[in-house]
């Protein structure tokens, strides 16, 4: 599931928050969509939803769940992913500031 062949081995990775729109798919930024397909990985928080927006821009990147039922577990996978040298972009359909974004915690 996790695309391991971008990984640095110099320092850790970057996490990149990406806003993505509810309706209209054309509202996504440029920068937005380089991030998605340049990460190693996607965390979304609804991949059903995410799938069809990198579908649609034909983004390949792997995904993995992060959501509030799997948040704490999830948010130590991620940044231990993160430590690694791994660049992976939170991809949330929903406002951001309602998300309780753990990773920030740790």
Request: aromatic share 8%.
């Amino acid at each position: 599931m996790d695309n391991e062949k971008n990984v640095k081995k110099d320092g850790p990775g970057m996490l990149y928050l990406c806003a993505t729109p509810i309706g209209n798919l054309e509202d996504i930024t440029y920068r937005v969509l380089r991030v998605l397909s340049e990460a190693d990985l996607i965390a979304a928080e609804d991949t059903r939803n995410s799938q069809k927006l990198l579908n649609h821009f034909d983004i390949h990147t792997p995904m993995t769940s992060y959501h509030e039922y799997n948040n704490v577990e999830k948010a130590r996978v991620l940044v231990e992913k993160l430590k690694s040298g791994m660049n992976i972009a939170f991809m949330n359909l929903i406002s951001m500031i309602r998300q309780r974004f753990l990773l920030i915690k740790y």
